[in-house]
Nanobody
Framework: QVQFVESGGGLVQPGGSLKLSCATSGNISRFNTMGWYRQAPGKQREWAASITSGGTATYADSVKGRFTISRDNTKNTIYLQMNTLKPEDTAVYYC?????????WGQGTQVTASS
């Protein structure tokens, strides 16, 4: 099993910044991919960003240039620096980990960009 501890969500004004963290523990291959999906009210969950254990990062077009994903392999932790937040970024952000062809999910953290 894999355990998640997500943190960093909250309320911010449009144009502001937040940084999410997702720490994992458990039976995890050192070769894995981690990242974030998000789900806005009334919408389907959508992929936002991913990073491999080798450090290759990819982004959805909607967040590219504003969000930066990074990781610390010694801690099995990833981070999502979110800048220039927009109201449409408001969603529950779910951390995920793909290890040995199995997908695991965190509990989610709320991000709200509103004035």
């Amino acid at each position: 099993q894999v355990q998640f501890v997500e943190s960093g969500g909250g309320l911010v004004q449009p144009g502001g910044s937040l940084k999410l963290s997702c720490a994992t523990s458990g039976n995890i291959s050192r070769f894995n991919t981690m990242g974030w999906y998000r789900q806005a009210p009334g919408k389907q969950r959508e992929w936002a960003a991913s990073i491999t254990s080798g450090g290759t990062a990819t982004y959805a077009d909607s967040v590219k240039g504003r969000f930066t994903i990074s990781r610390d392999n010694t801690k099995n932790t990833i981070y999502l620096q979110m800048n220039t937040l927009k109201p449409e970024d408001t969603a529950v952000y779910y951390c995920f980990l793909e290890s040995r062809a199995v997908l695991y999910w965190g509990q989610g953290t709320q991000v709200t960009a509103s004035s």
